[in-house]
């Protein structure tokens, strides 16, 4: 009795929430024989009285228990698959704005049908997020069967798909896609010139799946679509030639950095020169004739010079092939470092792309000019209704909420969990730690026990396949050179004596059954046959112990290293997992250093033999926290700068919207024309009147041409009067004068055609300066950190400077604007 009573005491919060749905859970089970008495035809029905009822006042929470119900009874009939009580749970909080954690192998997909459901009933789209195309092609074809046998449409969201084809699969009640591809078409969509050209409707509902890697991992790259601008790409193969010369400082000397030419801050991936290096790179660039005498690094005409020597030495000391990059087709790929996955098409920017490909001996493409960017954070904070599934959210639910405001919530699984997850076993050197893995793998292949190896580069997985070779094991690979065989190799790593060597986070989104995946292999003909043998299978593995999981290395997140254990134990599976580490992995280095490798030799750790202690395994868990908190620090900091450029970006794609729905620009044209004169009046000091008059004739004579006949009598008449008449009556004459100017010149073309010709030129001025304002807030933003040098807040000038250059770049577009439209002469 006391026991219960303090249970209802201390109950914690996602207790309470669960409890509170499990009433909802039990009133669609009570429903669940009268649905089952329906026919087919009277269950697709349903779809049309929910959209009627909505239309006539009811909301999504009213329906949800009918519209579940009808789900998991169209599920039955469809897939032969009925809804656990954990999954109506899950859909219950995906609905209410969360993040559901459920465990690998729980069924987040079938999950992800039921709110899917209820939100596309108001017409108004669902966007299912995947973390790639070929899940999202598999889970659009496998769930399409469910929503079309109950009235509703399915798209899918491709790369390279034709506008008309994307706009197509916008329409459809659910959309299936990629975030990447979600993110690019709204940018896209706010760069056409005609607003029919638009292929994503007004953005409703998103429910993101694995949508830890998407928001948290992905979150530190934003999208960018980007054309090529000037540059000097050939200086790349010149400079690169000094980088030989230049010393690597190891450590501080007194807290000084004096023994080399550069250091390096790898956590962060920075260079810095240090006095010594600054002076030496000067002369050598002088012998080279790169610099003239007496030039500096500083000077303005050669920054650029400084930001490619950087970026060089980035290249050749930061960035390492088969690690955060490889090389495909003699293109430069970038290999995702959380997932392990290449990132086809995606450039590194600041010119560390072309570095690398000076480094790799590689044709140097141009440098890219930002034409419009965003972050997934943005974005996805874009849609009025978000939510998100995962197995591991909940070391991370702070972020969540802070940053997107989304609580998350743990579901319990449907079976109970016995996976085994053994002590971390610590060695010395990484050459022991490899060779205790391999004799691990050894073990396990011999009793027949599938393997799972999970490594955090492609170096470290090619390492053990060469080893294994040698002993004769046979296994498969799976890294970012084999991404599209991914799932394959994936799917079968269940199966008796199946070794799969995979980087961590690569084939997620797949289930590994016991015995291996037979769905490729069953027809009508041999589904009896084809499910007895798989049977037998998936006894003889779980005998053998199930699914063995071994981590390399542990990942600076705990949310990662959970993913990988993650991948055994579904489903009450048996199964085990083992990470081994070595003092010379970068995680250990956080907290131990040579004279720790020192005190353990001296303790007598002999030369194989590991460390495996409960205080080893705490102190690891610290040093990932303090990394965690780190790199949220680094995400928050990105997106407190990032809120700032995107509340402009919402100003600038509004006015952009309002000008291609626009019947009728003539009345916003008038109104600029005078907000441009009042300023050109007003923007020195009204007392001094030499700058006013010298301003004013300036100004005025680029917006009256010389062709307007009474352009010198009027300027010194505007002069003359200046001192004496009324601003506001020498501006409203003006405005006059420009107005009957324009219309003169543009009699002859027909109104519609003019005011097509108006807003070609007013979306060219506004896309043209808007892609400027971006690269000069980049600008601002690499260098406001050397503000705090003069005890300045950086963030706090960003803000007043961002403030400055977007409000100076709205009155530049109204002048060039109307000085634009000036110029206009139309030839009979």
């Known amino acids: 009795m006391v026991i219960k009573f303090l249970k209802k005491i201390f109950i914690n919060n996602n207790d309470k929430l669960l409890n509170k749905m499990m009433k909802t859970v039990n009133v669609i089970n009570s429903m669940e024989s009268n649905f089952e008495k329906l026919s087919n035809n009277q269950l697709k029905l349903k779809t049309y009285d929910f959209k009627k009822r909505i239309k006539n006042g009811e909301n999504l929470d009213d329906l949800l228990p009918e519209a579940f119900a009808t789900v998991r009874e169209a599920s039955k009939r469809i897939f032969n698959m009925r809804h656990f009580d954990v999954q109506l749970l899950g859909g219950i909080v995906l609905n209410n704005k969360c993040i559901a954690e459920m465990r690998t192998g729980e069924g987040k997909t079938l999950t992800s049908t039921l709110p899917a459901y209820l939100n596309s009933l108001t017409n108004k789209g669902v966007h299912i997020v995947t973390m790639n195309n070929y899940l999202a092609k598999r889970d659009a074809k496998k769930n399409k069967l469910l929503f079309n046998f109950l009235n509703l449409t399915v798209g899918v969201n491709l790369p390279n798909m034709s506008a008309q084809e994307k706009r197509k699969s916008y329409l459809a009640d659910i959309t299936y896609g990629t975030n990447n591809e979600y993110g690019f078409d709204y940018l896209r969509d706010n760069m056409v010139s005609s607003f029919k050209d638009k292929v994503q409707r007004k953005l409703n509902y998103a429910l993101i799946d694995e949508v830890d890697s998407i928001l948290i991992d992905e979150a530190r790259t934003p999208l960018i679509i980007s054309g090529e601008s000037e540059n000097n790409k050939n200086l790349y193969t010149k400079i690169k030639k000094i980088i030989p010369y230049l010393i690597l400082q190891h450590e501080k000397e007194n807290n000084i950095y004096n023994s080399g030419h550069f250091y390096l801050d790898r956590k962060n991936k920075q260079v810095y020169l240090t006095e010594k290096g600054l002076i030496a790179i000067e002369k050598i660039l002088i012998l080279k004739n790169i610099l003239k005498k007496k030039e500096t690094l500083y000077s303005n005409k050669n920054i650029s010079i400084m930001h490619q020597i950087i970026s060089l030495i980035k290249a050749y000391y930061l960035f390492h092939k088969n690690v955060d990059y490889i090389i495909e087709n003699n293109n430069i790929v970038i290999v995702d470092e959380h997932t392990g996955r290449i990132m086809p098409g995606r450039r590194w920017s600041d010119g560390l792309h072309q570095a690398i490909e000076s480094k790799e001996n590689l044709f140097i493409k141009d440098e890219h000019q930002t034409h419009a960017s965003i972050t997934f954070q943005n974005y996805f904070r874009l849609y009025p209704k978000l939510s998100g599934m995962t197995g591991t959210a909940h070391t991370e639910s702070f972020e969540f909420s802070y940053i997107y405001d989304l609580e998350t919530i743990i579901i319990p699984t449907n079976a109970k969990m016995i996976r085994k997850d053994f002590s971390d076993l610590v060695y010395i050197t990484e050459k022991e730690k490899i060779y205790a893995i391999v004799q691990d793998i050894k073990k396990c292949y011999l009793r027949s026990q599938p393997v799972l190896v999970g490594t955090i580069s492609i170096e470290k997985s090619e390492m053990i396949s060469h080893l294994l070779k040698k002993i004769g094991i046979p296994h498969n690979v799976l890294n970012a050179?084999?991404?599209?065989?991914?799932?394959?190799?994936?799917?079968?790593?269940?199966?008796?004596?199946?070794?799969?060597?995979?980087?961590?986070?690569?084939?997620?989104?797949?289930?590994?059954?016991?015995?291996?995946?037979?769905?490729?292999?069953?027809?009508?003909?041999?589904?009896?046959?084809?499910?007895?043998?798989?049977?037998?299978?998936?006894?003889?593995?779980?005998?053998?112990?199930?699914?063995?999981?071994?981590?390399?290395?542990?990942?600076?997140?705990?949310?990662?290293?959970?993913?990988?254990?993650?991948?055994?134990?579904?489903?009450?599976?048996?199964?085990?997992?083992?990470?081994?580490?070595?003092?010379?992995?970068?995680?250990?280095?956080?907290?131990?250093?040579?004279?720790?490798?020192?005190?353990?030799?001296?303790?007598?750790?002999?030369?194989?033999?590991?460390?495996?202690?409960?205080?080893?395994?705490?102190?690891?868990?610290?040093?990932?926290?303090?990394?965690?908190?780190?790199?949220?620090?680094?995400?928050?900091?990105?997106?407190?700068?990032?809120?700032?450029?995107?509340?402009?970006?919402?100003?600038?794609?509004?006015?952009?919207?309002?000008?291609?729905?626009?019947?009728?620009?003539?009345?916003?044209?008038?109104?600029?024309?005078?907000?441009?004169?009042?300023?050109?009046?007003?923007?020195?000091?009204?007392?001094?009147?030499?700058?006013?008059?010298?301003?004013?004739?300036?100004?005025?004579?680029?917006?009256?041409?010389?062709?307007?006949?009474?352009?010198?009598?009027?300027?010194?008449?505007?002069?003359?009067?200046?001192?004496?008449?009324?601003?506001?009556?020498?501006?409203?004459?003006?405005?006059?004068?420009?107005?009957?100017?324009?219309?003169?010149?543009?009699?002859?073309?027909?109104?519609?055609?003019?005011?097509?010709?108006?807003?070609?030129?007013?979306?060219?001025?506004?896309?043209?300066?808007?892609?400027?304002?971006?690269?000069?807030?980049?600008?601002?933003?690499?260098?406001?950190?050397?503000?705090?040098?003069?005890?300045k807040d950086p963030k706090q000038e960003y803000k007043i400077d961002s403030f400055n250059i977007f409000s100076n770049m709205l009155n530049n577009l109204k002048y060039e604007i109307i000085v634009c439209l000036s110029k206009i002469n139309v030839i009979k």
């Open 481 to 791: 050179k084999l991404h599209a065989k991914e799932a394959k190799i994936i799917a079968q790593a269940g199966k008796q004596k199946s070794i799969t060597i995979a980087t961590n986070m690569a084939g997620r989104g797949t289930d590994i059954m016991l015995g291996g995946n037979i769905e490729s292999k069953i027809n009508k003909n041999n589904i009896s046959k084809i499910k007895k043998i798989w049977e037998q299978e998936n006894k003889k593995v779980l005998f053998s112990g199930g699914l063995h999981v071994i981590g390399t290395e542990r990942h600076e997140s705990r949310r990662i290293d959970n993913q990988l254990r993650g991948r055994s134990g579904r489903q009450g599976d048996v199964g085990s997992s083992r990470f081994y580490l070595s003092m010379e992995d970068n995680l250990m280095k956080i907290f131990s250093s040579s004279k720790t490798v020192d005190l353990l030799r001296k303790l007598g750790v002999k030369y194989g033999e590991p460390i495996e202690h409960p205080w080893v395994n705490k102190a690891i868990s610290n040093a990932q926290k303090k990394v965690e908190t780190r790199n949220f620090e680094i995400r928050k900091q990105l997106l407190e700068y990032d809120d700032i450029i995107n509340e402009q970006r919402k100003i600038i794609y509004k006015q952009r919207d309002n000008l291609l729905i626009s019947k009728n620009i003539s009345k916003n044209i008038i109104k600029m024309r005078k907000e441009v004169i009042s300023y050109i009046f007003y923007k020195y000091d009204i007392f001094d009147v030499r700058k006013i008059k010298e301003n004013i004739k300036n100004n005025i004579k680029k917006i009256l041409l010389k062709k307007f006949n009474m352009q010198k009598k009027y300027i010194k008449y505007i002069v003359k009067k200046f001192s004496t008449s009324s601003n506001e009556k020498i501006i409203n004459n003006i405005v006059n004068q420009l107005k009957k100017n324009y219309e003169k010149r543009t009699f002859l073309i027909k109104k519609n055609k003019k005011i097509l010709l108006e807003k070609k030129i007013m979306l060219q001025i506004l896309d043209k300066l808007w892609q400027d304002h971006i690269n000069e807030m980049d600008y601002l933003r690499q260098g406001i950190h050397f503000r705090g040098y003069a005890q």
